[in-house]
């Protein structure tokens, strides 16, 4: 083989060297080039993850948020609706106060006239306005204490005095009502004024 032969051979061998090392310098070179990209890339899906979290975490607080508020409203509109249902039970409370000293009355005025034992209209009179007096109070919710030979209780009796109890079964019990006493829808509006036997 002649030298030129041989450079030849040389450059041809070079030269295909050259040739496969280029292919792999470019993929190298283009390796580098996507790696920034990709790591652009990840770093994009870093922040769609961290943005997609932290919307689930506003997400989560609101519907928290929104769960209180309907509980409180809730319990607000429970609150107005039995402050409303009280408010009308005893709405008349005070005019139906102020009607049981005539009750009073009458009940006193046909004692009285229990004990002269005459018939007369007059008599008959009063006894009707009394029962319909007493089956009005009843509509709106208004009942008599029962006193009269019960066991006195503070929660809905007023002791005015003490006397010696007539037999042995009235002591500690109530012997006389003095005034009737009266609940409104389970709320007492006037306690029962009684004497008890000791």
């Known amino acids: 083989m002649t030298k030129k032969t041989k ?7 070079a030269e295909e060297v050259k040739q496969e090392q280029q292919p792999q310098e470019e993929k190298q070179e283009e390796k580098t080039k996507k ?19 932290e919307l689930e975490e506003t997400i989560l607080l609101k519907d928290d948020q929104h769960l209180r508020l309907q509980a409180e409203f809730d319990n607000y509109r429970k609150r ?10 005893s709405a008349g409370e005070s005019v139906l106060v102020n009607v049981l000293p005539v009750m009073d009355d009458f009940e006193r005025a046909l004692q009285s006239m229990e004990d002269k034992h005459e018939e007369s209209a007059i008599k008959e009179g009063i006894d009707l306005i009394y029962k319909r007096l007493n089956d009005f109070l009843q509509l709106n919710g208004i009942k008599e204490i029962e006193a009269k030979e019960e066991v006195f209780d503070t929660d809905l009796h007023e002791a005015i005095t003490k006397i010696p109890a007539p037999t042995e079964e009235l002591k500690g ?26």
């Open 7 to 13: 450079d030849k051979e040389v450059e041809n061998v």
């Open 35 to 53: 790696e920034p990209q990709k790591a652009s890339k990840k770093s994009k899906k870093d922040k769609s993850a961290d943005k997609i979290k």
């Open 173 to 198: 019990k109530i012997v006389d009502v003095i005034q009737k006493g009266y609940m409104l829808n389970d709320k007492i509006i006037r306690f029962a004024k009684v004497v008890i036997g000791e």
């Open 80 to 89: 107005t609706l039995k402050e409303k249902m009280e408010l009308t039970k």
